[in-house]
């Protein structure tokens, strides 16, 4: 079963950035997977925000364009996002999904890092 680990969530002040990163425990796939970040605030559902295709085409949603940066390291097996601008009083949860090739392994969810936006 793969496994999706979420690091770098944290607290943060408004206007400020933070990187969240998620290693995927299957090594060599990264590179040829769709990647995407979700975020989940309190009493609502689970949003996608940012994909990253395997051809390494990148979508955001209308909210976050021109603030986050979704990436991958192949090496690393690693797929970031890097948030800009954050919003105060923001508590929502990140969580990294990956969606490899058919027949290599299960679409797969990461179980999610907090962030706190506060002064």
């Known amino acids: 079963q793969v496994q999706l680990v979420e690091i770098g969530g944290g607290l943060v002040q408004p206007g400020g950035s933070l990187m969240p990163s998620c290693e995927v425990s299957?090594?060599?796939?990264?590179?040829?997977?769709?990647m995407g970040w979700a975020s989940q605030a309190p009493g609502k559902e689970r949003e996608l925000i940012a994909l990253?295709?395997?051809?390494?085409?990148?979508t955001y949603v209308d909210p976050v364009k021109g603030r986050f940066t979704i990436f991958r390291k192949n090496s690393e097996n690693t797929v970031s996002l890097r948030m800009n601008a954050l919003p105060p009083d923001a508590t929502p949860v990140y969580s990294c999904?990956?969606?490899?090739?058919?027949?290599?392994?299960?679409?797969?969810w990461g179980q999610g890092t907090q962030v706190t936006v506060s002064s």
């Open positions: 999904h990956f969606a490899p090739p058919e027949g290599i392994a299960p679409n797969s």
């Open positions: 299957l090594g060599g796939v990264v590179s040829i997977s769709d």
């Open positions: 990253l295709s395997s051809k390494n085409e990148p």
